[in-house]
């Protein structure tokens, strides 16, 4: 299991708009359950990393984050045929962080839920 996403925020203009990049990338294991002709359960792990730059109001106000973690997962997954198929899941991730906030930097600690509510296209090779 490999995946690679991101996201870019932006609202505002000049000095008074905020503005995000956020990249992440993961790797793990995960352990299928068939039920039915089309449908599966899943479950396993995944190792994550995620890069944030920020900017709030000008750049002046800035922060980059760096997070290493892992994440139990759980979901499910329809199959459309025998390499495509669509999937919601839920993670539990527990990062380490490193946080530059204008010219501050700190390591902390960071846990997420990321509920089902995103729909995975699935393309197996």
């Known amino acids: 299991r490999f995946g690679i996403g991101g996201d870019v925020i932006a609202s505002g203009i000049g000095n008074n708009g905020n503005a995000g990049v956020i990249l992440n990338l993961r790797f793990g294991r995960d ?12 479950y396993g792990w995944d190792i994550k990393t995620n890069l944030l ?10 922060t980059t984050q760096f997070g290493l973690g892992f994440a139990p997962i759980a979901g499910l997954q329809f199959k459309l045929n025998e390499r ?21 930097t700190d390591l902390g600690l960071l846990g997420t839920f990321s509920p089902p509510n995103s729909i995975y296209m699935i393309y197996n090779f």
């Open 31 to 42: 352990k299928a359950v068939d039920f039915g002709k089309h449908w599966q359960a899943y």
């Open 84 to 104: 495509l198929s669509v999937s919601a899941e839920a993670a539990y991730s527990l990062y380490i962080t490193l946080v530059d906030q204008n010219g501050t």
């Open 53 to 62: 730059f920020s900017s709030f109001g000008s750049f002046d106000n800035s």
